[in-house]
């Protein structure tokens, strides 16, 4: 991929179609793609539905949709899920992953982000995204503190909190 800095969204498959978080975490991406004048891609994987979920997610202002389908990635498998993501972030080359903060992208986040050697930053509720740069918000010390993340590594991932 050319000097191009790309945002990744991993949504996520619920029975068989789009995780009811999907359009915030799209919604976000747009953010940060347009904060950093990137491109915007989305990974969907699943078991058989994924290609149509990725119909769906073209038809929101996604550049890039990467669709992966086995059977093994009908349900939830953390190295099943880890292994087949990383794959695609190491051929997309992404500045940015994003997934929601559910109990998928929970356990997903931090295998991926060992296995690809990136910073992570968990339960973000904002993202300021002007000229280039990013921040991400999450709460500290149960909720009493904001604190602001600015990321150091390429890629990051980051996972958002639903309704944030």
Not at 48 to 57: F, I
Not at 58 to 77: D, F, I, K, M, T
Not at 145 to 153: F, G, K, L, N, R
Request: charged share 20%.
């Amino acid at each position: 991929m050319p000097n191009e800095k790309q945002v990744l969204v991993f949504l996520e498959m619920e029975r068989g179609n789009l995780h009811p978080l999907a359009a915030e975490v799209l919604g976000a991406g747009k953010q940060v793609a347009q904060g950093l004048k990137g491109e915007l891609a989305a990974v969907v994987m699943g078991g058989g539905a994924a290609s149509d979920a990725a119909v769906k997610v073209s038809q929101c202002g996604v550049e890039r949709v990467y669709v992966l389908e086995h059977p093994l990635l009908e349900a939830y498998h953390g190295e099943y899920f880890c292994r087949a993501l990383g794959e695609v972030c190491q051929a997309a080359d992404p500045t940015i992953i994003l997934m929601a903060n559910t109990l998928t992208g929970g356990d997903l986040a931090p295998r991926l982000a060992w296995n690809l050697e990136a910073g992570l930053v968990t339960d973000c509720v904002a993202i300021e995204a002007e000229g280039g740069e990013l921040a991400f918000t999450k709460p500290v010390y149960s909720g009493n503190v904001m604190a602001v993340y600015v990321p150091v590594t390429t890629p990051t991932l980051i996972t958002l909190r639903p309704r944030a």
